[in-house]
């Protein structure tokens, strides 16, 4: 995707008459207006935009479709150290447009359904929810970047987590061994 600086995305499109058209948009989403996304992340800022292209068609069956791609750049929380890092978020997708539960179980299993309304569709909605969908679980720095890498280096030097050492524990049934030769 290039980083030249593009126009906003449009909120709301037809996506029907864009598919009818075979459309492309290109466009950004400033990053602190999608809500749930800001809450899933460590920070936005200010300036944070989503660079976003989508693709509106129809396939050989006549159904519309709308391919995309995004990336964005944002602050997550190392699960290790608990600090900020810098995440570079890529995306890239193809929905099916549908107006119904219907419609969307007539789709075939390589295209994920995106409900619309007739002439309606949201699309920093469709962002938003791609951009979560492509949040790591467990966001982790490298590990030569990460600022606990001395703790850890302390506990697993070679990579591997430190097995402790542990005294060989007596075996509880040595007792009944020990009795059972002075019996003979």
């Known amino acids: 995707m290039s980083k030249a600086s593009h126009a906003e995305l449009p909120k ?7 598919a009818e058209q075979n459309s492309t948009l290109e466009g950004e989403i400033p990053l602190g207006a999608l809500s749930r996304f800001r809450e899933a992340v460590l920070g936005v800022d200010e300036q944070a935009v989503c660079r976003v292209r989508l693709s509106f068609y129809q396939d050989a069956q006549r159904r519309r479709i709308v391919s995309g791609e995004l990336e964005a750049t944002v602050d997550l929380e190392c699960q290790r150290c608990m600090g900020a890092m810098q995440t570079v978020l890529n995306s890239e ?33 469709l962002v938003e929810d791609e951009l979560l969908l492509v949040l790591p679980a467990f966001p982790l720095h490298e590990r030569a970047e990460c600022p606990a890498r001395e703790d850890l280096e302390a506990y697993e030097p070679d990579g591997e987590p ?3 050492d542990e005294p060989q524990k007596e075996n509880p049934f040595s007792v009944l061994a020990d009795l059972k030769k002075t019996k003979h």
């Open 93 to 125: 997708f193809t929905l099916g447009l549908v107006t119904s539960d219907e419609q969307a179980q007539n789709l075939p299993k390589e295209l994920e359904p995106f409900l619309t309304d007739d002439f309606s569709a949201d699309l920093w909605s």
């Open 162 to 164: 430190e097995q402790p």
């Open 12 to 18: 709301s499109v037809d996506p029907y008459r864009l």
